[in-house]
Protein backbone atom coordinates (compact mmCIF):
# COMPACT_ATOMS: atom_id res chain seq x y z
CA UNK A 1 0.00 0.00 0.00
CA UNK A 2 1.17 3.19 -0.61
CA UNK A 3 0.15 6.79 0.13
CA UNK A 4 -1.41 8.21 3.30
CA UNK A 5 -4.89 6.62 3.79
CA UNK A 6 -5.45 8.65 7.36
CA UNK A 7 -6.44 12.13 5.87
CA UNK A 8 -8.99 9.60 4.01
CA UNK A 9 -10.18 7.97 6.84
CA UNK A 10 -10.26 11.48 9.08
CA UNK A 11 -12.07 13.26 6.48
CA UNK A 12 -14.77 10.52 5.45
CA UNK A 13 -15.42 10.23 9.30
CA UNK A 14 -15.86 14.12 9.81
CA UNK A 15 -18.73 13.47 6.84
CA UNK A 16 -20.64 11.05 8.62
CA UNK A 17 -20.54 13.03 11.96
CA UNK A 18 -21.82 16.07 9.89
CA UNK A 19 -24.74 13.39 8.40
CA UNK A 20 -25.37 12.28 11.89
CA UNK A 21 -25.92 15.67 13.71
CA UNK A 22 -27.95 16.82 10.18
CA UNK A 23 -30.14 13.84 10.92
CA UNK A 24 -29.99 14.45 14.88
CA UNK A 25 -30.99 18.23 14.39
CA UNK A 26 -33.97 17.19 11.78
CA UNK A 27 -35.35 14.71 14.46
CA UNK A 28 -35.28 17.27 16.87
CA UNK A 29 -37.04 19.79 14.39
CA UNK A 30 -39.58 17.10 13.63
CA UNK A 31 -40.12 16.75 17.60
CA UNK A 32 -40.53 19.92 18.19
CA UNK A 33 -43.53 20.70 15.45
CA UNK A 34 -45.08 17.40 17.51
CA UNK A 35 -44.96 19.21 20.77
CA UNK A 36 -46.02 22.58 19.38
CA UNK A 37 -42.23 24.44 20.41
CA UNK A 38 -42.81 25.12 16.08
CA UNK A 39 -45.36 24.98 14.27
CA UNK A 40 -45.77 23.76 10.25
CA UNK A 41 -48.09 26.51 9.24
CA UNK A 42 -49.14 27.99 5.57
CA UNK A 43 -45.65 26.46 4.41
CA UNK A 44 -43.63 27.54 6.75
CA UNK A 45 -42.19 26.56 10.07
CA UNK A 46 -42.58 28.79 12.89
CA UNK A 47 -41.24 29.22 16.18
CA UNK A 48 -43.87 29.35 18.83
CA UNK A 49 -43.71 31.94 21.20
CA UNK A 50 -44.99 31.26 25.24
CA UNK A 51 -48.13 32.97 24.35
CA UNK A 52 -48.82 31.14 22.28
CA UNK A 53 -48.42 33.29 19.03
CA UNK A 54 -46.42 32.77 16.04
CA UNK A 55 -42.55 33.96 16.43
CA UNK A 56 -39.76 34.32 14.08
CA UNK A 57 -39.82 31.72 10.46
CA UNK A 58 -37.25 29.32 10.95
CA UNK A 59 -37.55 27.94 7.37
CA UNK A 60 -39.78 27.14 4.62
CA UNK A 61 -40.17 23.57 5.82
CA UNK A 62 -38.13 21.20 7.67
CA UNK A 63 -34.85 21.16 5.50
CA UNK A 64 -34.65 24.42 5.03
CA UNK A 65 -35.08 24.79 8.74
CA UNK A 66 -32.62 22.44 9.86
CA UNK A 67 -29.92 24.57 7.59
CA UNK A 68 -30.96 27.76 9.25
CA UNK A 69 -30.43 26.02 12.20
CA UNK A 70 -27.09 24.33 11.49
CA UNK A 71 -25.07 27.18 11.78
CA UNK A 72 -22.69 28.54 14.50
CA UNK A 73 -24.80 31.91 14.71
CA UNK A 74 -28.43 29.99 15.27
CA UNK A 75 -27.02 27.65 18.42
CA UNK A 76 -28.99 29.74 20.65
CA UNK A 77 -32.19 29.20 18.80
CA UNK A 78 -30.93 25.32 18.51
CA UNK A 79 -30.39 24.86 21.70
CA UNK A 80 -33.45 26.46 23.36
CA UNK A 81 -35.31 24.23 20.92
CA UNK A 82 -34.00 21.61 22.49
CA UNK A 83 -34.46 22.49 26.03
CA UNK A 84 -37.97 23.22 25.60
CA UNK A 85 -38.90 20.13 23.56
CA UNK A 86 -36.84 18.14 26.58
CA UNK A 87 -38.45 19.79 29.67
Known sequence: ???DW?????SSDLVAKKNKDLVELEALVLRAIDKGVLRNTNGKIYKVLPDGNLGAILGNDVQTTVSFLNTP???EITENIDKEVNN
Open 6 to 10: SSDVC
Open 73 to 75: KNS
Open 1 to 3: LQG
